[in-house]
């Protein structure tokens, strides 16, 4: 039967169940879920439930469906796990087992009750006493075994693919245990939780293209938040010394295995620490991270078999680029020209008007970056890509920053804080200017964080985590859309 006909035909079965009853009643009392009785009873052998007669009422969605004359089986779902029910014929008044037989389909939300029993192949099942059909899937079910093959469909159709998938299920409901663990980790740290707005005025906080909406009643266009930095930092700047938040955050660009336009943070400062201090939190961080949620600091991700255990690897920027380029010179890396003839010679595409900061940072993304494997940390970023980190007293050129790499991804970016006013106002100047020029990804000049920093911001290091990739990597999962709920797709078409 094609699927067309086969939603005429269960069409046709919920009208019959409206003549005879409320075909989407809402009065059915469940006593127990899958997972309880299963562990109730599964010390119990079939003899002792035979000897000890136990009634429960249950319901789910019929996900195996195994229809033998007389007697059938029924495998039911609800959201702890899954129990089978055993129908009979004799046990059912002759309508319930003739509403089950002619009316109910895969898919349906039915009601059983009866008694715990085990079959003789040792299966915990609840006999049934009764049976109702509580909701009528009117569209068809996908094989239980397969679930959704299409996974364009899955995405759109997340709904179908949870119903069909228990990979998909144990991923979202392991995400969820991720975010939990890393809410306990900071607060366990002394850090305070706290919710910034998710419209602003001025975008800022990351160099990103930013979605603009209108409020209507101030007469005025609002961006939807691209980082939540410069809000956290200002909580700093009022007294809050610990403070991180879990966050929604949007930015205006394109669609790729590890880029969704709206995507999941956590975003964490601390007063009084440098971006030494993140570096061992965030290693700590996922030592506890992979232990808890995987039971073990190694795990394995894309067939590779990550340590997090030991200490990661370090190096700098400039070291890394150096080394990928051969450069025999010790003082070439610093030479933006050589940096140009090598990307030119590399197909490395750098943005134009770029100085050796940016073309450093490109060569660096697009040659050194994919081939690091195990968890390493990328220190001494140039000032050119860091607007909002603070200087190395030794070398001005770069920043007190660091980004953490696992798998050729970026899973962390962390500095110490940028708190000069004055050198703030210098950068924002310059990107203001780099706006202007046509770089959409630019910066604006936020002059009320500038006042901020005049009040005075303690000496603070801040990080940024990508939530959706740190789950990526701890359900290995490839594919942004795989951890995403429902991902940002292309409009179907019609």
Request: glycine share 6%; aromatic share 8%.
């Amino acid at each position: 039967m094609d699927d067309r006909n086969e939603a005429v035909t269960r069409r046709r079965k919920l009208n019959s169940l409206r003549e005879t009853s409320n075909a989407f009643t809402n009065q059915f009392k469940r006593t127990h879920s899958a997972d309880i009785l299963q562990t109730m009873f599964a010390e119990k052998t079939k003899e002792q439930l035979s000897d000890d007669p136990f009634v429960t009422s249950v319901a789910g969605r019929v996900v195996l469906r195994r229809v033998m004359g007389k007697a059938s089986f029924i495998t039911l779902r609800d959201g702890s796990g899954t129990i089978q029910c055993y129908l009979r014929k004799d046990g059912l008044d002759a309508t319930s087992y003739e509403e089950f037989v002619e009316l109910s389909d895969l898919g349906d939300i039915v009601a059983v009750t009866g008694t715990v029993m085990r079959t003789n192949k040792g299966e915990l099942t609840v006999e049934a006493s009764s049976f109702q059909v509580l909701v009528k899937s009117l569209q068809p079910f996908p094989d239980k075994f397969h679930g959704i093959e299409d996974s364009e469909l899955k995405y759109r159709r997340r709904y179908v693919d949870l119903i069909a998938n228990d990979r998909s299920r144990s991923v979202f409901a392991k995400r969820s245990a991720i975010v939990k663990e890393l809410r306990r980790f900071f607060d366990d740290r002394d850090f305070m939780e706290v919710e910034t707005p998710m419209m602003h005025p001025i975008p800022g906080g990351a160099l990103a293209r930013p979605f603009t909406t209108h409020h209507n009643a101030l007469d005025m266009d609002l961006y939807l938040r691209v980082a939540p930095e410069l809000y956290l930092k200002r909580l700093v700047v009022g007294g809050f010394e610990r403070v991180y938040e879990i966050n929604r955050n949007f930015r205006n660009e394109g669609l790729s295995t590890r880029h969704n336009p709206e995507f999941t943070m956590l975003e964490f400062y601390q007063a009084y620490a440098t971006f030494r201090e993140m570096i061992a939190l965030t290693r700590e961080l996922m030592r506890q991270l992979t232990l808890s949620i995987c039971g073990s600091s190694r795990i394995e991700f894309d067939g590779q078999v990550l340590d997090f255990e030991s200490s990661p690897r370090e190096t700098t920027m400039a070291e890394a680029v150096a080394s990928e380029l051969a450069l025999a010179r010790s003082n070439d890396i610093f030479r933006v020209e050589i940096l140009r003839t090598m990307a030119k010679e590399r197909s490395v595409a750098i943005p134009p008007g770029a100085g050796w900061g940016a073309a450093l940072t490109a060569l660096f993304e697009q040659l050194v970056e994919p081939k690091l494997v195990q968890p390493t940390f990328v220190t001494e970023y140039p000032i050119e890509v860091s607007p909002l980190a603070r200087r190395n007293d030794a070398n001005p050129n770069v920043a007190d920053r660091f980004e953490y790499f696992v798998c050729g991804r970026e899973i962390a970016n962390g500095f110490s804080e940028l708190n000069d006013p004055d050198d703030q106002e210098a950068r924002f100047q310059r990107q203001s200017e780099l706006l202007d020029s046509g770089d959409k990804e630019a910066m604006r000049f936020d002059s009320d964080f500038i006042l901020a920093l005049q009040y005075g911001m303690p000496p603070t290091a801040g990080e940024g985590i990508g939530i959706d990739r740190l789950v990526m990597l701890l359900t290995d999962r490839t594919t942004i859309r795989d951890v995403l709920l429902f991902p940002q797709l292309k409009r179907a078409p019609q």
